[in-house]
T-cell receptor, first 113, second 116 residues
Framework: KQEVTQIPAALSVPEGENLVLNCSFT??????LQWFRQDPGKGLTSLLL?????REQTSGRLNASLDKSSGRSTLYIAASQPGDSATYLC????????????FGKGTHLIIQP | EAGVAQSPRYKIIEKRQSVAFWCNPI?????LYWYQQILGQGPKLLIQ????????DSQLPKDRFSAERLKGVDSTLKIQPAKLEDSAVYLC??????????????FGPGTRLTVT
């Protein structure tokens, strides 16, 4: 059974810092990995999708990497801003028919102005 | 492009009552998912539809939960009878297809259910 772990569970940093959020998964036979952000009381916003054949994806100040063999992904946020404050969730799908995402519990990020 | 729509946004019911949630996916998206998110946890998949058919419902508590997707578009999720532990946010998501970048899932705002 696939399990996804996110470290740290919470993080508070001053505005302007670069930061890294970590995600690990137990079964390396994934089809893709997706990073989301969730604001309080809201649904999930997709940030980046990395397919299993890819090593990284970039969108603006965000960069996500994937190392399938070691079961790890990182989300790098450059020059953090208060608007980046949210919970960040990592999720994987194994494909092969059942495509539902298996999520970690998330990292609660606070960017101090 | 319109996103995934869900209603109602909030619902409060007493235990043993029934409740239904509605989802309208992004236009043209063949795959639809229902997730349950308990406070402090990541979402958990309940059921996945591909067009009209069920692909995966292995984590759906079938003694009380049911879901349907008529005509391959809108979907409803029903709970009958509700228990206290069903209090959660119910999220609907959709994806374009089942290849490559088409797997990217887009989520609606969710329905927050409180069972008292």
């Amino acid at each position: 059974k696939q399990e996804v772990t996110q470290i740290p569970a919470a993080l508070s940093v001053p505005e302007g810092e670069n930061l890294v959020l970590n995600c690990s998964f137990t079964d390396s036979a994934i089809y893709n990995l997706q990073w989301f952000r969730q604001d309080p009381g809201k649904g999930l916003t997709s940030l980046l999708l990395i397919q299993s054949s890819q090593r990284e994806q970039t969108s603006g100040r965000l960069n996500a990497s994937l190392d399938k063999s070691s079961g790890r992904s990182t989300l790098y946020i450059a020059a953090s801003q208060p608007g980046d404050s949210a919970t960040y969730l990592c999720a994987v799908t194994s494909g092969g028919g059942a495509d539902g995402l298996t999520f970690g519990k998330g990292t609660h990020l606070i960017i101090q102005p | 492009e319109a996103g995934v729509a869900q209603s109602p946004r909030y619902k409060i019911i007493e235990k043993r009552q029934s409740v239904a949630f509605w989802c309208n996916p992004i236009s043209g998206h063949a795959t639809l998912y229902w997730y349950q998110q308990i406070l402090g946890q990541g979402p958990k998949l309940l059921i996945q539809f591909q067009n009209n058919g069920v692909v995966d419902d292995s984590q759906l508590p079938k003694d009380r939960f049911s879901a349907e997707r008529l005509k391959g578009v809108d979907s409803t999720l029903k709970i009958q009878p509700a228990k206290l532990e069903d209090s959660a946010v119910y999220l609907c998501a959709s994806s374009l297809d089942r290849s490559g970048a088409g797997y990217e899932q887009y989520f609606g705002p969710g329905t927050r259910l409180t069972v008292t």
